[in-house]
Nanobody, 125 residues
Framework: HVQLVESGGGSVQAGATLSLSCAASRYAYKRNCMGWFRQAPGKDREGLAVLWLGGAQTFYADSVKGRFTIYRDTAKDLVYLQMNGLKPEDTGMYYC???????????????????WGQGTQVTVS
């Protein structure tokens, strides 16, 4: 059974930097993607950043491109979401998920494909 645990959320002011991390108890590296998702109050969950665990290919939503970076620390078995220049609209619950490569992000969200963490709250004021 794969468990994902997010950490690093908090309450910050606009312009601040936060780094979220996602730890997985056990997962297959080469055929899966790790993604960070956000659900703001009253809004649908959205995909922010995706990393292919078998390589370096990444994807970013337009809303975070240039501000957020997803990367993996293989020595620590962690995947990070570095968030710079935070804005109030970045407020929400942040989730990490691991899922098979090749799926559309909207499908992953709608069907909750793969394994998901419990989320960590980020509040930007």
């Amino acid at each position: 059974h794969v468990q994902l645990v997010e950490s690093g959320g908090g309450s910050v002011q606009a312009g601040a930097t936060l780094s979220l991390s996602c730890a997985a108890s056990r997962y297959a590296y080469k055929r899966n993607c790790m993604g960070w998702f956000r659900q703001a109050p009253g809004k649908d969950r959205e995909g922010l950043a995706v990393l292919w665990l078998g390589g370096a290919q990444t994807f970013y939503a337009d809303s975070v491109k240039g501000r957020f970076t997803i990367y993996r620390d293989t020595a620590k078995d962690l995947v990070y979401l570095q968030m710079n220049g935070l804005k109030p609209e970045d407020t929400g619950m942040y989730y990490c998920a691991i899922y098979p490569r090749g799926l559309e992000i909207q499908t992953v969200i709608a069907r909750r494909v793969g394994y998901w963490g419990q989320g960590t709250q980020v509040t930007v004021s």
